[in-house]
């Protein structure tokens, strides 16, 4: 099952400041749901141990992130690849940082999001609508914490 979502949310601060928060995984962290560890393999690769909740169904997932196509401060992609308990989950995402004056910045962000497996079974729109509400949520959330001076 593939899904797609985007957003360009605005965030009161300087790209500089946005940049340096979306590149340090101990700040992109709790924005995720359900992350429980996050190790740092190298500045361009994470390891993260999530668990996430569908319905009443918990699955552990470990997800390694890798960065690409970074340019600094303007865009980077952003690839996640996770297993467990029989699924599996991928997040292709591209983010592209817009300076919108001295203290605002534009934060657009898609991705494509393929889940295969036990999650991809329990049913398109339920599945679809959870997928949406936790990618939303993250950026939502990150834009939010990310305006925080």
Do not use: Y
Request: aromatic residues 6%; negative net charge.
């Amino acid at each position: 099952m593939k899904l797609e979502f985007s957003g360009a949310p605005e965030i009161g601060v300087p790209r500089a400041v946005v940049w340096q928060r979306l590149t340090d995984p101990e700040f992109v962290a709790p924005s995720a749901p359900g992350v429980e560890a996050v190790e740092t393999i190298s500045p361009t690769h994470f390891r993260v141990t999530s668990g996430l909740g569908v319905g009443t169904m918990r699955i552990q997932f470990g997800l390694d992130v890798e960065l690409s196509d970074v340019v600094e401060p303007e865009r980077l992609r952003m690839v996640s690849r996770g297993r467990g308990a029989g699924s599996e989950v991928d997040v292709d995402s591209s983010v592209r940082l817009e300076e919108l004056g001295s203290a605002r910045t534009r934060l657009t962000w898609a991705a494509t999001c393929t889940v295969s497996g036990m999650l991809a079974n329990l049913g398109g729109r339920f599945i679809e609508a959870t997928a949406r509400r936790l990618t939303e949520d993250f950026w939502s959330d990150f834009a939010e914490r990310a305006g925080k001076g």
